[in-house]
Structures are given as C-alpha cells and as structure tokens.
C-alpha cells in the first residue's frame, strides 16, 4: 500500500506466520486481504500501548515510559482490543 | 519428540524477534512524536504483550470463519475483532475499502494483462497464497 511506505508497518508473511503459528485448524487458509488488514489493526494495537504508556509516564511527570506504566495502561487496553 | 518440542521453541522465539523489532521501531515513532523514551524493558513488555494478543486474535478469526461456514479467514472476520471499539471498527472498515479497492484494481490490471501478452501466469497466485516455507 503507497500510503504505508514510509511508515513502519507489520510484514504481510510475518503476520501470517504469527496467525499460522496459533491456528488449531490447520486447513484454515487466510485471505490475502485478511492479512493486509490484521497488519493494520496490530500496527494500531502497538501504537496505542505505546502513545498512552507515554500518555501515562507524562500524567507522573517523568519521561521515561517504563513496565509500570505499561501496565497501568494495559487492563483497559486489552477492554479496547 | 523432544525435537520437535525444540523446533516449536525455537519458531516462536524467531518470531517474537520479528515482532519485538517491529514493536521497537513503532515505539521509536511514538516516543518522537510524544517526547518520551520507552525503556527497553517497556518495548519488550509491549511485544510480548502484542504476540499474545495475537493468539486471542487467531482464536477469534478461527471461531468467527467457521461461524460463516467458510474455511478462509477474510476481512470480515478482521473487521469483527475491532468490534469493541467503534473509532476503531471505523477506521479499520476505511482500511478494508481501501485494501479492496486496492486488490480489485490490481485484479483489473491482471486481467488486461493477460488479455494482451497471452499466458503469463507466474505471479497469479501469489497474492491469495502464502507459502510457509520462507523464513
């Protein structure tokens, strides 16, 4: 996709292999679209842990977002995704 | 056996690598934009957190295609993970139109293409098929 060229995105063969890797059936095939768009949601997954641990490290004033903050964040992540 | 147990671990650490460096490079995004650093405990925190949720997302797809009666995972089925959310559902359903008008020009292109230069199918089925060899 042009739009996503210079951003840093998840590779279509590694997002089938992470879904290959969890699939009990394993004649379950996946569309190329799928894949296309399962990159994209876990690209927004991992932007959102990132842009609101930072979120939560600025509201303690400090400026290094560390696995406290991570896990803050993570119960109402995990309610959004 | 045991090899076999072997080989399974040592798949899923190559892959965590490819996540975790994926991970690290949005994050190097984020802190740009935000101003902040992420230790790199929080990075690898943030990737095993995301290669499990990739489980929970397999387990879903796997339900919601066999619900439809297909044996294809497609991009309603992905549509339906971003449920929860209805900022997300939207623009994860702009995404899809996207990629579908994306796929159907591409499609279109094919077809002209082989209706002018005759048989030339190598490339025809590399997008709907994804070999597991490559690693």
Redesign the interface.
């Known amino acids: 996709?042009e739009r996503d060229q210079d951003?840093?995105?998840?590779p279509?063969?590694?997002v089938?292999?992470?879904?290959?890797?969890?699939?009990?059936?394993e004649?379950?095939?996946?569309?190329?679209?799928?894949?296309?768009?399962?990159a994209?949601?876990?690209?927004?997954?991992?932007?959102e842990?990132?842009?609101r641990?930072?979120?939560q490290?600025?509201v303690e004033d400090i400026?290094?977002?560390?696995?406290e903050?991570?896990?803050k964040i993570?119960p109402q992540?995990?309610?959004?995704? | 056996m045991a090899e076999d147990q072997e080989e399974q671990f040592s798949?899923?650490q190559r892959?965590k690598a490819?996540?975790h460096y994926?991970?690290g490079?949005?994050?190097q995004?984020?802190?740009d934009d935000?101003?902040?650093?992420?230790?790199k405990?929080?990075i690898a925190?943030?990737s095993e957190?995301?290669?499990r949720?990739?489980?929970s997302?397999?387990?879903d797809?796997?339900v919601f295609?066999?619900h439809a009666k297909r044996?294809?995972?497609?991009?309603d089925?992905?549509?339906l993970?971003?449920r929860?959310?209805r900022s997300?559902y939207a623009?994860?359903s702009k995404?899809?139109d996207?990629?579908?008008a994306?796929?159907l020009e591409q499609k279109e292109k094919k077809k002209k293409k082989s209706g002018s230069g005759g048989n030339v199918s190598r490339n025809s089925d590399m997008?709907?098929?994804?070999p597991?060899s490559?690693?």
């Open positions: 996709m951003e840093v995105a998840f279509k063969e590694l089938s292999k992470l879904l290959h890797e969890h699939l009990k059936n004649k379950m095939r996946v569309s190329a679209d799928a894949l296309l768009l399962l994209e949601l876990l690209k927004v997954f991992v932007r842990a990132a842009a641990t930072a979120r490290a600025l400026t290094v977002g560390d696995v903050q991570v896990e993570l992540l995990l309610l959004d995704f | 798949r899923s892959l490819a996540v994926i991970v490079s949005l994050c995004e984020v802190a935000k101003e902040v650093h992420f230790s405990q929080a925190a943030i957190i995301t290669f949720q990739c489980e997302f397999a387990k797809l796997e295609a066999r044996t294809t995972i497609n991009m089925d992905v549509k993970l971003a929860r959310s997300l623009h994860i995404c899809s996207e990629i579908a994306n796929s997008d709907t098929v994804f597991e490559k690693d």
